[in-house]
């Protein structure tokens, strides 16, 4: 079975300033996506950022971007010049060809101005 | 644009209650989810579905059951509503994973609904 883990339940950054949030995975699979997600209080949940495994360069998108370590099955989002919108839960999410999709705890990020 | 649109964002039922959750999908995609998010436990899937009329049990099946009889469309049914099923119901739907770029390589949610059952 696939598991996704995130081990910090909160963090909090100040604007302007980076932060680096963290995501292990454990599969035995060769091929599989990897993503990112955002769920600000509004509660609509967005995609922020995907990696597919068999692509060795790391994803980028605007401020945001993975370190993506395929052997250590680490998968971890960069956010750049926070900004106050950045303030949501991020889910860092698996998923298998196909259909099978397994997600993270999630982690609180709060910008502080 | 994707859109999955879940009809109800806030309901309260009481217990024993009969409930239903509809989510219609615009993109076409062949599976669809519903999850239960809550605090802490991040999302936990209940029932997903790869095609019409199929169905397929995942995390936390009890006690829920669901209805997929047309393809844009996926139910999700509280057959007798109890008060530990409050919390936030996210419908989702995606491509196959790998199949169809023009679909998106992703998972699509909607708003989300809160149910609160007292």
């Known amino acids: ?42 509660r609509q949940m967005i995609l922020v950022i995907r990696q597919e495994a ?13 370190n993506f370590q395929k052997a250590a099955k680490s998968f971890s989002l960069k956010i750049s010049d926070s900004q106050l919108g950045d303030t949501a839960m991020y889910f860092c999410a698996f998923g298998k060809t196909g259909n099978q999709f397994y997600f993270g705890t999630g982690t609180s990020l709060t910008v502080i101005p | 644009d994707v859109k999955v649109t879940q009809s109800s964002r806030y309901l309260v039922k009481r217990t024993g209650e009969k409930v239903f959750l509809e989510c219609v999908q615009d993109m076409d995609h062949e599976n669809m989810f519903w999850y239960r998010q809550d605090p802490g436990l991040g999302l936990r899937l209940i029932y997903f579905s790869y095609d019409v009329k199929m169905k397929e049990k995942g995390d936390i099946p009890e006690g829920y059951s669901v209805s997929r009889e047309k393809k844009e469309r996926f139910s999700l ?6 008060t530990n099923q409050t919390s936030m119901y996210l419908c989702a739907s995606s491509s196959f994973l790998g199949t169809s770029e023009n679909k998106g390589n992703t998972i699509y949610f909607g708003e989300g609904s809160w149910l609160t059952v007292v």
């Open chain 2, 77 to 82: 049914i509280l057959e007798s509503a109890s």
């Open chain 1, 54 to 66: 068999y692509k060795q360069q790391n994803a980028t998108e605007n401020r945001f971007s993975v």
């Open chain 1, 1 to 42: 079975a696939q598991t996704v883990t995130q081990s910090q339940p909160e963090m909090s950054v100040q604007e302007a300033e980076t932060v680096t949030l963290s995501c292990t995975y454990d599969t035995s699979e060769s091929n599989y996506y990897l993503f990112w997600y955002k769920q600000p209080p509004s």
